[in-house]
């Protein structure tokens, strides 16, 4: 058993440790959530088509820049992707081997504590960050798109579909690695490659993206579990939906370089904090 300095299971490899694990059951959990997610999809894509007819399946098909305008369709956009839950759900069920709370830590579940503490330490980078790009910019003017009711709607879905993804690309995807090749460096690289690749962005995007994959892979294993990368996507997509919502920035499928190094460096700066005051502080050894 591979176990670090605080003796909690190593958590890349963690699939090894249960007593039903083969090497075709990871395989058989992402094929069966991939085919439940496309049914949730599709029938989304039903109701809300006819509901709302073309602009509403438009929304949801477009590029980047469609989730510039704040309406139905593009909070559905991320409602789909929350759907993931639900799937992995279903799907680990079936197989049976391992419980879904495993997929979360290998602390005994998930930790809401620790996640919330990394979200208002990201939370804090952002904001700064944020208030200077808007000083040292004169052409940037305030336009917001949003009511209370989709401000408040988007500040709950976002969160959900960054831990559906973080679910699926660190947890389900990584671990699933791990437990192929035993090597957790080789299993953060490629679910970062393919976290990049899933994305619909220009290629300065998609290396964007890899990166982005790698640092928080790399905080995901050495916080033992999923908090602390959920709550560094969490505030990264919320901030880019807030700030396109109230006219501050545009999102855009063509990545600029600026755009690239702000983003990287805002992740680098968010895993390096967590990283050290987590382990300053005793935080990856909680359990939920």
């Not at 989709?150 to 990584?174: K, N, S, W, Y």
């Amino acid at each position: 058993m591979s176990e670090n300095k605080n003796g909690i299971s190593d958590y890349i490899t963690y699939p090894l440790e249960f007593d039903k694990y083969t090497k075709f059951k990871p395989l058989f959990v992402i094929i069966l959530t991939v085919i439940f997610f496309l049914i949730f999809t599709a029938i989304i894509f039903v109701i809300g088509g006819i509901l709302f007819g073309e602009p509403f399946i438009y929304s949801l098909t477009g590029n980047y820049e469609s989730l510039n305008t704040i309406n139905l369709g593009s909070l559905f956009s991320f409602v789909i992707i929350a759907l993931i839950l639900p799937s992995l759900f279903i799907a680990n069920k079936i197989v049976g081997y391992r419980p879904f709370s495993s997929y979360a830590s290998s602390r005994e579940g998930w930790n809401w504590k620790l996640y919330f503490k990394c979200m208002l330490l990201s939370l804090g980078i952002y904001v700064i960050f944020t208030i200077i790009s808007t000083l040292v910019n004169p052409n940037i003017k305030f336009n917001n798109q949003f009511t209370v009711l989709t401000f408040i709607a988007f500040l709950i879905i976002i969160p959900l579909q960054c831990i559906a993804e973080e679910f699926a690309f660190r947890g389900v995807l990584m671990q699933a690695l791990g437990s192929w090749i035993k090597i957790p460096v080789g299993a953060i690289i490629i679910q970062a490659i393919i976290f990049g690749l899933c994305h619909s962005y220009s290629l300065t995007g998609v290396v964007t993206i890899i990166i982005s994959g790698l640092l928080l892979g790399f905080i995901a294993w050495k916080s033992n579990g999923l908090e602390t990368s959920s709550a560094i996507h969490s505030v990264n997509n919320l901030f880019s939906i807030m700030t396109a919502g109230f006219g501050l920035s545009q999102l855009s499928s063509n990545v600029s370089l600026v755009d690239s190094f702000s983003d990287i460096a805002l992740s680098l700066v968010c895993v390096g904090l967590i990283y050290y005051i987590g382990n300053r502080y005793n935080w990856f050894s909680e359990s939920s």
